[in-house]
């Protein structure tokens, strides 16, 4: 099992940015990362996902398009989560995951990192 740690959430104005980290415990990252999110009495959704081998692709749910970018470190031990023009509908838990092969659907990851708040004031 691997534990995932997020960080780098906080409260912000729209129109800001922010940029989330989540490592791996030293460990080097999961083929596929990938990053969800949670608001109130909402489903857990997809954001954006990472295969960790060079020249990896990178997936995004539409909203976030053009707006975050998922990346990670040359050593591959942290992902990271740049997001930017954030709105108020961004407002939600947001969670690392880690899985042997990416998909849009939360069941398919293994590992969970325990959330980070991201609070987007209009």
């Known amino acids: 099992q691997v534990h995932l740690l997020e960080s780098g959430g906080g409260m912000v104005q729209a129109g800001d940015s922010l940029r989330l980290s989540c490592s791996a415990s030293?460990?080097?990252?999961?083929?596929?990362m990938a990053w969800f999110r949670q608001a109130p009495g909402k489903e857990r959704e997809f954001v954006a996902a990472?295969?960790?081998?060079?020249?990896?692709?990178?997936v995004y749910e539409d909203a976030v398009k053009g707006r975050f970018t998922i990346s990670r470190d040359n050593a591959k031990t942290t992902v990271y989560l740049r997001m930017s023009s954030l709105k108020s509908e961004d407002t939600a838990v947001y969670y690392c995951?880690?899985?042997?092969?990416?998909?849009?659907?939360?069941?398919?990851?293994?590992?969970w990192g325990q959330g980070t708040q991201v609070t987007v004031s209009s």
């Open positions: 030293g460990r080097t990252l999961s083929r596929a």
């Open positions: 995951a880690a899985a042997s092969s990416w998909s849009r659907s939360a069941s398919a990851y293994d590992d």
């Open positions: 990472l295969l960790t081998d060079a020249g990896g692709p990178t």
